[in-house]
């Protein structure tokens, strides 16, 4: 089993920053990919970016240019640097590992709220 806790949530103003962690615990070792979805009121949970275990990024075209998203292998830890926030980016915030060994797995983290608003 994976755990993963998110942090960094919070209110902001257009065009300000905010960072979010997710922290993994569990048989990590197991992960091929993690990532950020995100999922606004009365709209379907949609991916914003993945980091593969080599490294190799994915990006939603509405985020691209302003999100980034990172990990610290030694923290366990997958991070997403979003700039620029606009109030479409409101929404609860998801970060999901992925797994392909022995089948496929998938966990989630418990969500966080990121609210663009003056």
């Known amino acids: 089993q994976v755990q993963l806790v998110e942090s960094g949530g919070g209110l902001v103003q257009p065009g300000g920053s905010l960072r979010l962690s997710c922290a993994a615990s569990?048989?990590?070792?197991?992960?091929?990919?993690m990532g950020w979805y995100r999922q606004a009121p009365g709209k379907q949970r949609e991916l914003v970016a993945t980091?593969?275990?080599?490294?190799?990024?994915n990006y939603a075209d509405s985020v691209k240019g302003r999100f980034t998203i990172s990990r610290d292998n030694a923290k366990n830890t997958v991070y997403l640097q979003m700039n620029s926030l606009k109030p479409e980016d409101t929404a609860v915030y998801y970060c999901?590992?992925?797994?392909?060994?022995?089948?496929?797995?998938?966990?989630w983290g418990q969500g966080t709220q990121i609210t663009v608003s003056s």
């Open positions: 980091i593969t275990s080599d490294d190799t990024t």
């Open positions: 999901n590992a992925e797994s392909v060994v022995a089948g496929y797995h998938e966990w």
């Open positions: 569990g048989i990590i070792s197991v992960i091929n990919a």
